[in-house]
């Protein structure tokens, strides 16, 4: 069983508290390890975890103010002074790669790791990965800023016993997969007939934004879905005007694309209870519901059972 968990090195927005460090968070996804908004102290917050800058192959910035960005340079650096042998690809809006270059050589390190970056230029843009799709989404920000979210196609799981019914193993097994039928002993058995449909799973990651359909294109269908809520509704009225969330519009939206498990996150410092969070957002949604902590970990909830399994 491969390993699909999210890290949450930082909750803070804006400014950190002795409480919660700047935002950052991991995200492990089989052979994917995705480092998403690297915020001040993220070199450190790892150390307190199970994730090493080794294990790092892909980071994602949604954009460039300091809590999701100042992190760069010492996790970057730290990938050169580790010499991770593996390329590491770095994903941010484009129209920030001007910061992104002040960020990746802000002070002089001895560079060996490689990064590949391929800034992202347009809404919707995808990136193919093993496990999946990589997608950004446009969000509402007063500077360019990007979502994702990671889709892993929906698929087949073979069931053993029915293959064995029809005498089908080894390589024959691949070629149903692949072709979708398979003619055993002058009968034709298609694929639907030995496996049920595995429904793939999703991730989003939705950070720094007031409401629009960015956001509901992200969250759709999330087995996960992390979202800003640095506001309450008492907050409402700034929130809209910062180009923010409150935890009541978070949780509205988990609700309505059908999210299985939420975790809001990116508390603005005003608020030192995160209760208060839990109860305005457990009133508008009933699925999963976390308020993020530091350096806790969240599972991918189990796969989504496919109907008629
Ligand atoms: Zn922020």
Redesign the pocket.
């Known amino acids: 069983m491969s390993m699909r968990e999210l890290v949450v090195l930082g909750t803070a ?2 400014a950190p508290t002795r409480q919660r460090n700047h ?1 950052g968070y991991v995200l492990r996804w089989d052979d994917e390890v995705i480092l998403f908004d690297p915020g001040e102290g993220s070199q450190r917050q790892l150390l307190h975890t199970t994730v090493t800058a080794t294990d790092l192959t892909r980071i994602c910035v949604t954009h460039f ?1 300091g ?2 960005c100042l992190g760069l340079p010492g996790t970057i650096q730290r990938l050169s002074l580790d010499r991770v042998a593996h390329p590491v690809a770095v994903h941010f809006p484009a129209g920030g790669a001007e910061y992104f270059a002040r960020l990746r050589y802000a002070t002089s390190f001895y560079e060996t790791a490689e990064l590949r970056v391929e800034p992202i230029e347009a809404d919707g843009q995808q990136i193919a990965l093993r496990c999946g799709t990589l997608e950004a989404r446009r969000l509402r920000h007063p500077i360019e800023t990007y979502g994702y979210r990671l889709v892993e196609p929906d698929g087949h799981r073979m069931l053993p016993e029915k293959l064995a019914a029809y005498g089908i193993a080894g390589p024959a097994v691949g070629e149903l997969i692949r072709v979708g039928h398979l003619d055993v002993d002058g009968r034709r058995v298609t694929r639907a007939e030995v496996s049920v449909p595995r429904p793939g799973q999703r991730f989003a990651f939705v ?2 934004t007031g409401l629009c359909d960015g956001v509901y294109a992200l969250a759709e269908h999330a087995d996960l879905l992390v979202i ?1 809520s640095t506001f309450l509704e008492s907050e409402a009225a700034l929130a809209a005007e910062v180009g923010h969330l409150t935890a009541a519009q978070a949780a509205r939206v988990a609700t309505e694309s059908g999210v299985r498990r939420l975790v809001l996150t ?1 508390f603005s410092q005003r608020y030192p209870d995160p209760r208060r969070f839990h109860d305005e957002a457990s009133a508008h949604f009933d699925g999963d519901l976390i308020i993020a902590e530091d350096l806790t970990t969240v599972q991918l909830p189990p796969r989504r059972v496919a109907s008629g399994e």
């Open positions: 927005s804006q935002n103010h809590d999701h950070m720094d800003e990116h």
